[in-house]
């Protein structure tokens, strides 16, 4: 029986020393590579994706089975995302999604569906939120839905459609949106 035990059982300095050349030969490939880097002043935000948000409400207005309201985007926001759902369960129906980038920076997303209410909300927010309460923009009712950490949801049944506003964004670029929604007549398909 050998009177030294093995090197691996020595200690966790040797360890280390072993690793060192790998982490640095890692971080080297890395380098070479252009996958990492290193900011003192922190992340630094990107340029907002292009998103052409007329062609996608006049594709929408045509295609779908409601009317598609296009609003006058306050100065400054720039649209960046779009999409089409379909709103599953009871009530549920097609649906039109248009996301901007406020003045400030801040995400907004503009919803437009033949859904109910009951099915719209759950489906958008994925997370359970509670009536909170009711804002009155021009001669419009928004019903807002909130919770604890989580994003608000204004909804309000424009009669041939369910127009639905959520984000990060304040409560006031809501009241912009939503005013510039109760403004505009549907497009004409």
Do not use: H
Not at 82 to 94: C, E, K, L, Q
Not at 110 to 124: M, R, Y
């Amino acid at each position: 029986m050998p009177e030294k035990k093995p090197r691996i059982l020595q200690n966790g300095r040797d360890m280390a020393w072993s690793l060192i050349p790998l982490l640095i030969a890692c971080l080297v490939i890395a380098g070479i590579a252009s996958q990492c880097s290193f900011n003192l002043g922190g992340p630094k935000p990107g340029p907002i994706p292009s998103f052409d948000a007329d062609a996608a409400f006049r594709y929408d207005a045509r295609e779908l089975g409601f009317p598609i309201r296009q609003p006058e985007i306050p100065e400054g926001w720039t649209s960046n995302s779009g999409s089409r759902s379909i709103v599953t369960g009871d009530g549920g129906g097609d649906s039109s999604n248009i996301g901007f980038i406020t003045e400030a920076g801040r995400y907004i997303q503009l919803t437009q569906s033949d859904a109910t209410e009951e099915a719209l909300v759950p489906f958008i927010a994925g997370e359970p939120r509670y009536l909170t309460g009711t804002e009155q923009i021009g001669d419009r009712t928004w019903v807002v839905f909130g919770g604890d950490g989580v994003e608000a949801i204004w909804v309000s049944d424009f009669g041939d459609a369910r127009i639905l506003i959520t984000g990060p964004a304040p409560a006031e670029e809501f009241t912009k949106l939503a005013t510039a929604v109760g403004a505009v007549e549907p497009l004409q398909p």
